[in-house]
């Protein structure tokens, strides 16, 4: 088996940022020491975002580099008549366009097609998901029983988990059960909402435990640990005749809760570790991950179509094409991506507020 177990586990990274989204949305936006009037002017207590305010924000985090990414997919696409694609093709010009327009308005995370999904820079279907939590974020807010205690927990995996086993007897009852129905249940936004909301509930848990302290890194170790032991036996374990269904219970329901485990315990380690995680270069690579995500997908395809049904990459020209794309991620962040969030954020906003675009 070796270390494919990492790699698996590295194709849940979308989960564990889906959790630490909702985690570092509600520090920003959550306030509970504040108090929030009411249409009335009393306070009920509940805290509330200026949607106005919130959009223009998350609008101007996420758009700018989203839509570069398919621009880009869409030139190369002209260019070598979708010969760089890794996704599978549209059936006609039409079917095409439409798909783009869908992903265009970051919509393609609802429609169950794979060539919606993946032919138009597939990574963009977490960008769709996302755009769904921001919409319910506001309202998710509000909701006083996600307090982050043991109960909001045990409930808010209660109802995923009616809800997974509702969509999972609709594809059996209808005929659709097989890879595609499976795989569009690991990005449908509706099941995805539960990362994001356990990473709610983890940011109002840390808020609550004013008691628990900072560690030197020891619980950072024993939470990678667990994490790493169990990505070892999801592998080892994997039943063949059922690798899509068996990932999908893994990423919900086992995942998630680790990755929460691990973000709550770095959110309170001031061990070398996290030090080390703070420094300028790892942050300013950390705001360039974003561009590197939505832009990785059409270099690969390029490099593969270039390279041919036969071809491989020497480690050596590997290792130059990622540190490329690093590099590219870079500059896109510094001089495309950051610039362009402040203005839009003090057109649509309230002013060039860098804290509102966090």
């Known amino acids: ?111 169950p097609s ?41 409930l808010v995996m209660l109802v995923f988990s ?45 808020r609550r435990k004013t008691h628990w302290r900072h560690h030197q890194g020891g619980w950072t170790l024993l939470a990678l640990a667990l994490l790493t032991a169990s990505a070892w036996a999801a592998d080892a374990w994997a039943p063949p005749q059922a690798v899509l269904l068996h990932m999908l219970l893994v990423s919900y329901g086992v995942y998630v809760p680790l990755f929460a485990l691990l973000i709550v315990c770095l959110a309170l380690d001031n061990g070398p570790l996290a030090r080390g995680l703070r420094s300028p270069v790892l942050v300013l690579l950390g705001n360039a991950s974003y561009a590197l995500y939505l832009l990785h997908w059409l270099p690969l395809g390029v490099a593969l179509w270039w390279l041919g049904p036969e071809g491989a990459a020497p480690l050596a020209g590997v290792l130059a094409g990622v540190a490329g794309l690093v590099a590219l991620s870079v500059l896109v962040y510094r001089w495309f991506e950051a610039p362009l969030r402040l203005h839009l954020v003090a057109t649509l906003g309230r002013g060039p507020n860098v804290s509102q675009v966090a």
């Not at 106005?52 to 008549?81: C, D, K, N, Q």
């Not at 005929?175 to 940011?203: H, K």
């Open 162 to 206: 009616v809800l997974l086993g509702l969509y999972l007897a609709v594809l059996w009852a209808s005929g659709l059960w097989g890879a595609t129905g499976l795989a569009f249940a690991a990005r449908v936004p509706l099941l995805g909402l539960l990362p994001f909301v356990v990473g709610m509930l983890c940011c109002r848990l840390l």
């Open 1 to 111: 088996m070796g270390a494919k177990f990492l790699f698996d586990l590295g194709g849940h990274g979308v989960t564990l940022f889906f959790v630490l989204s909702g985690f570092v949305l509600t520090w920003r936006y959550d306030a509970p020491w504040r108090e929030h009037a009411g249409p009335n002017g009393a306070s009920d207590g509940a805290p509330r975002v200026d949607v106005a305010a919130f959009t223009a924000a998350r609008f101007a985090r996420i758009a700018p580099v989203y839509w570069l990414s398919l621009a880009l997919t869409l030139l190369a696409y002209l260019a070598t008549g979708a010969g760089v694609a890794l996704g599978p093709p549209p059936a006609d010009a039409a079917e095409g366009a439409a798909g783009l327009v869908v992903n265009a308005l970051a919509l393609q995370a609802w429609v």
């Open 114 to 154: 794979e060539h919606v999904q993946q032919f138009w820079n597939a990574p963009g279907w977490s960008i769709s998901a996302e755009f769904f939590f921001y919409a319910c974020f506001p309202w998710l807010l509000r909701q006083r029983w996600l307090s982050g205690s043991a109960v909001s927990f045990a």
